[in-house]
């Protein structure tokens, strides 16, 4: 297995990595080359996909439900992003992110811009915007502008808010599938549930 043969490449004894454990800056590090030698991918395109890992595997759930309390819509989404590394210091007190500053450019644009201090930071929020893109249905175009310092510039054009229909999204996470348990949530594309 790739993932456990590069931690423990990376440091022995280790056999894996928990998304939403605090690990060394310089074992990470490790690891992300270790996987990176193993898969032959670039260090950045890992990282864009660990972005997209949080927020689309069952495993992670709780990170996507935290990130859809953004808004019902990709756009309202988009405009909480200055408020994230807020949300993510009460759920996860020991994780702090940097902070996110949001501009509009015009209808369907924002240009992000983030604070220094996490190294790859810039890679993972790519990932996380286009797996959120899809979980709200919309078809968007994200590109990572610059990443120096751990801080980084994002485009984010929305070409189609309701491209596709969305992941189903209910508030309280005790509800069934089918909303019954009075929760609020979100259809397709982000839309109000039935």
């Known amino acids: 297995m790739t993932g456990r043969a590069s931690a423990e490449a990376a440091q022995p004894g280790l056999t894996g990595f928990e998304a939403m454990l605090i690990y060394d800056d310089a074992l990470t590090g490790r690891v992300l080359d270790a996987l990176a030698e193993r898969t032959g991918l670039p260090r950045e395109m890992l990282l864009e996909d660990l972005g997209t890992y949080l927020v689309r595997h069952p495993n992670t759930e709780a990170i996507r439900r935290l990130l859809r309390f953004g808004g019902e819509t990709f756009a309202e989404f988009l405009h909480s992003l200055d408020d994230l590394p807020d949300r993510v210091g009460l759920a996860v007190p020991d994780l702090r992110l940097p902070s996110i500053e949001v501009r509009d450019l015009g209808p369907g644009q924002v240009l992000l811009s983030t604070g220094p201090g996490l190294p790859g930071y810039g890679q993972v929020l790519a990932g996380v915007l286009r797996a959120m893109a899809d979980d709200y249905g919309s078809l968007a175009l994200v590109v990572l502008l610059d990443c120096a310092g751990g801080a980084a510039r994002l485009s984010v054009t929305v070409a189609d ?10 508030l309280s996470a005790a509800a069934g599938t089918d909303g019954a348990s009075g929760g609020i949530g979100a259809g397709p594309a982000g839309g109000a549930a039935p």
Do not use: L, N, S
Not at 164 to 170: D, I
């Open 161 to 170: 808010a309701a491209f596709a229909e969305g992941r189903r999204f209910v």
